[in-house]
């Protein structure tokens, strides 16, 4: 398996004081996801539950939807001469039956560590896909117990706590109870990981379910959000337009600014329970 952190000696300055250290970096690598033995895709991240990136990825693009429909995942050798495995090439065999992606139709399948949307021929594409609804998700959370989500999320960032350099989404109940945690490099390979962990649960849809994330709220985000049945997002920094719009089309609950009691509700505030009200 690849690294998650490596160690480099950097030169620090501090107020004029010049010294030496040694200094924690998050790792970022290629992973090729290929399908049946074709490639697929490629993305930079973090390694470490690549096997849930990969399958949350494919729940992401409407590849697949259950746990069941994805008979393998194994890691092949890599691109040296020597065939040595990297670690850095999955292959993922669906189930018989299962349609197979045609790559050459709406979407470049690369993507990089801060962009997991690149290549998107158009918006379009993406809003067809969703398989659950999520408008209709009677989810109910209290803006005291958001509130509680992101000291909650970074206590569960153990790398982050060495780097400082990660991204994290976390998976919470209506109860603020966290489910599960994943941090990579890239904020949409976070996801995809927690995403994966889910359909390896066999719990897609993932109804009634609050999604946390450490970054700002983007419209691939919330893309993914719906994709896996989740009626609600929310994040510590600002979403974009077309984030607000696709929210408010799914009827999912979108949250910015999230940091202490202070937040913006920007859709589905029918689902949020304040105080005294």
Not at 137 to 162: M, N, S, Y
Not at 211 to 240: D, I, N, T, Y
Not at 242 to 270: I, K, P
Request: hydrophobic residues 45%; neutral net charge.
């Amino acid at each position: 398996m690849g690294r998650v952190t490596v160690r480099e000696r950097v030169l620090r300055i501090r107020d004029g004081a010049v010294s030496e250290r040694v200094d924690t970096l998050v790792a970022e690598e290629p992973l090729e996801i290929r399908l049946d033995g074709a490639p697929l895709s490629v993305t930079m991240r973090t390694p470490g539950h690549d096997f849930d990136l990969a399958a949350g990825f494919l729940v992401s693009e409407g590849v697949v939807a259950a746990r069941k429909e994805v008979a393998a995942i194994r890691y092949c050798a890599g691109a040296t001469e020597d065939g040595v495995n990297t670690y850095n090439v999955l292959d993922v065999s669906l189930a018989p039956g299962v349609p197979r992606p045609d790559t050459s139709l709406e979407r470049n399948f690369y993507t990089t560590s801060s962009c997991g949307l690149c290549g998107k021929a158009s918006l379009d594409a993406v809003r067809t896909k969703a398989r659950w609804p999520v408008a209709d998700d009677g989810l109910r959370v209290g803006a005291d117990t958001l509130a509680l989500l992101p000291d909650r999320l970074r206590a569960a960032q153990r790398v982050f706590e060495r780097t400082g350099g990660l991204h994290a989404a976390g998976l919470f109940t209506a109860d603020g109870e966290l489910l599960a945690v994943r941090e990579d490099v890239g904020r949409h390979n976070a996801v995809d990981k927690l995403v994966g962990w889910a359909l390896h649960a066999d719990r897609l849809p993932l109804r009634e379910t609050v999604l946390m994330v450490s970054g700002r709220a983007s419209f691939e985000l919330v893309q993914k959000a719906w994709m896996a049945g989740v009626p609600a997002l929310a994040a510590v920094s600002a979403p974009s337009s077309l984030a607000v719009d696709l929210a408010a089309e799914a009827g999912m609950t979108l949250v910015g600014f999230l940091r202490g009691a202070s937040m913006n509700v920007y859709s589905g505030r029918r689902r949020i329970l304040l105080e005294g009200r």
